[in-house]
């Protein structure tokens, strides 16, 4: 009967052993959860979503002409939704006619002009640029496309 006994007193030993080892990994995983936890919500933090910026309104300014260095005051009313705009142009004396584009969160704008009145209606004058951080100033480039002529130039409009 001793060496029963004795058995199981080594049984509960062993037992109790076995159980204060599992509670005190436990404790020490919950300890390092803790830790993370005061950790990860700095790495969870969502950046912030860049916004669009809003060119609805009357801009005027400039447009080049590379080759000559023709320069002639033009204007765009441009209407928005989101990211997509719309409106009209005009050079003062000049062509004049309506366009499509748009801007994203980058600050790129791009915009299709077309000019019915022209003498050749499936010419387009493609405009690229960039607004200024406080979305007061566009500036780029543009160019012809399906024209009799290739030009080029630089635009610069303010609102």
Known sequence: MRGKTLRLAGVVAAALWIGLAVMGARTIARAQDADSADISPDRAKPKPTPEIPDLAGNWTGTAVVTKTGEIDT??????QNKGSLHGTWSV?????????????????VTMTLDNPKAKYPN???NVTGVVSDDATEI???????????SETGTVQITS
């Open 74 to 79: 033009i204007s765009f009313v441009i209407d």
């Open 92 to 108: 003062v004396g000049g062509d004049s006619g309506h366009f499509t584009g748009s801007v994203n969160a980058k600050d790129a």
């Open 123 to 125: 010419c387009k004058i």
């Open 139 to 149: 500036a780029g480039s543009w160019k012809t496309a399906s024209c009799k002529k």
